[in-house]
């Protein structure tokens, strides 16, 4: 494994992640089974099953094979489907909870309705979440699941994230934040388990594309949705499309502007078809929470809990 500069990763931070490795085994084998892992198909929850999943199937006396055992070490995968998330996410969840053994089962939910975050508030998150995983309760409890396990890191105790408030209300785990495991430790994590998605760039919510106190509709979020994905295809990893009425705010990464000017034309025309007036382009670049950036608990007072 290489470090940031090109050279051989220092022997002591291989050390720290095996520890975190080792720790991370060693809490969800300890976990009264079965167990239901809130799954969006991104990394962190990707590392997160894979863990439980390792985990169950080595608990198994060898050569069991009786139901009840089976039963009793079962891993759930649970994706909520929802119109506040990019199409691509429900098929990459199904596709990675086969590939690592969960039964997968999909929850459909209406946010926008039900949660009572259609203005964009700014504590959307904290409710949205309280909604999302009080359902989840309901579908673990029907399936006789005491534990349901969430994928914030280490790395979303030090953003503005209300909707972790949610997550420790109702008394959701959140292994890889508990154990301090970041961002670049997961995804290392993730690559040693060989998880397919283990490069795969965050994708939050599409109502942080939207200034709080907007009204939010399905349609204008596709739109947003449908945009990122163009860009996304024209090779740029990190993108987000902010969309402050008729305009559209382009972030990619600082390397990544000169690249995204030599295309500008195609880009514009896209963006352009999609709704939008005018098309821009974010001199800062790409950085999560870009839209928190004037909220007073962005900066210091509340660092609990929605990812941007």
Avoid: W
């Avoid at 009786?66 to 199904?94: I, N």
């Amino acid at each position: 494994m290489k470090g940031t500069e090109g050279q051989p990763e220092r022997a002591d931070v291989r050390e720290e992640l095996q520890r975190k490795k080792e720790m991370l085994e060693r809490y969800v084998r300890n976990l009264p089974g079965p167990v239901m892992v809130a799954f969006s198909g991104g990394v962190d929850s990707s590392l997160l099953l894979a863990a439980a999943c390792r985990a169950a199937a080595n608990s198994l006396p060898a050569g069991a094979a009786s139901r009840e055992a089976s039963e009793e070490r079962k891993v759930y995968a649970a994706t909520v489907h929802t119109s506040l998330h990019p199409v691509q996410d429900a098929d990459v969840a199904a596709r990675v909870a086969s590939e690592l053994g969960a039964s997968h089962l999909v929850v459909e939910i209406d946010e926008l309705k039900d949660a009572d975050i259609a203005d964009n508030p700014t504590d959307r998150c904290y409710r949205c979440k309280k909604f999302l995983f009080s359902r989840l309760q309901k579908e673990a409890e029907a399936l006789g699941v005491s534990v349901i396990l969430e994928g914030s890191n280490a790395d979303d105790t030090h953003v503005y994230r209300p909707g972790l408030r949610a997550v420790q209300e109702l008394g959701i785990k959140s292994p890889l934040m508990e154990l301090g495991l970041t961002k670049q430790e997961v995804r290392a994590l993730a690559a040693e388990y060989g998880i397919s998605v283990a490069d795969r760039p965050s994708a939050p919510c599409l109502a942080t594309r939207f200034p709080y106190g907007t009204r939010l509709s399905r349609e204008r979020m596709q739109q947003v949705d449908e945009g990122e994905q163009f860009l996304r295809e024209l090779g740029f990893y990190n993108v987000r499309i902010r969309a402050h009425g008729d305009t559209a705010r382009i972030e990619v990464d600082r390397k990544d502007m000169e690249k995204l000017l030599e295309r500008a034309e195609e880009a514009v025309e896209k963006i352009r078809g999609l709704g939008f007036s005018y098309v821009t382009l974010d001199l800062e670049g790409f950085r999560s929470g870009s839209m928190d950036i004037n909220l007073p608990s962005a900066s210091g007072v509340e660092k609990t809990g929605g990812r941007n």
